[in-house]
């Protein structure tokens, strides 16, 4: 997950617009590929979390589809911290949204044993939901400016309640994962607060390595769940 000052999705980018360049991060201080180096490389985090779990997410296919755009996430955010325009800042959004949007249907489907019509409607609701919380969020002190991305650790601990007696295991996977994400949210709503602390280095590196860990460790509870008794390979 990445994206500076900016939530989920492509924020309706205007086509003519694809080339405007943006400065959302403490440690850009120029245009140029590498204004932030250490945003660009900890991208390499997240394929490398994927390349780590391929194998083991052999023979469940929304695993490994999860895996496919955590890669996509790491090239994205790669793309938007050296390019820095509109365009990149589309490819950063969208994989995140992907792996959202799979996750959520993983978990409906296979996590809460649901229908797949009923982990679709779950999927489709997601939008209306971010739409409707994000300015509840963004009334938050430090965290507002992640007010899009709040919605996630939320849902992710309504599906660990949801499962705490049914799959207590699971559940505590999801726990974890929230508190992972809430943490590496304090790091991304951070960066600008603390940019002069860090001598313009910023903690936005932070938010990619937790990231790379937290959804890793998501794709990772739902391989154990599967492997628990879940519906291998639906």
């Not at 590496?184 to 940019?195: E, G, K, V």
């Amino acid at each position: 997950m990445s994206g500076g000052q900016r939530s989920i999705g492509t924020d309706g980018l205007n086509p003519l617009e694809l080339s405007r360049q943006i400065d959302a991060y403490c440690e850009r201080l120029g245009s140029g590929l590498w204004a932030e180096p250490l945003n660009a490389v900890t991208n390499l985090a997240f394929v490398l979390v994927a390349a780590l779990l391929w194998h083991r997410a052999r023979g469940v296919p929304l695993a490994r589809a999860l895996c496919v755009t955590l890669a996509a996430i790491g090239v994205g955010s790669g793309l938007f911290h050296t390019f820095a325009t509109a365009w990149a800042g589309a490819a950063d959004t969208l994989p995140i949204l992907v792996f959202i949007l799979i996750y959520i249907f993983a978990a409906t489907r296979d996590m809460l044993g649901q229908r797949p019509l009923v982990a679709g409607l779950a999927v489709l609701a997601f939008f209306p939901l971010a739409a409707l919380t994000t300015p509840l969020f963004a009334r938050l002190p430090l965290y507002g400016v992640s007010a899009g991305y709040m919605i996630v650790p939320v849902l992710i601990a309504g599906y660990a309640l949801a499962l705490a007696r049914r799959a207590p295991a699971t559940a505590r996977g999801l726990a974890i994962g929230a508190g992972l994400l809430l943490l590496s949210l304090s790091f991304r709503s951070l960066d600008a607060p603390l940019c002069a602390a860090t001598v313009g280095i910023g903690t936005h590196f932070l938010w990619h390595l937790l990231n790379a860990v937290l959804l890793g460790w998501m794709i990772v509870t739902y391989l154990r769940h599967m492997l628990a008794g879940g519906a291998r390979g639906r």
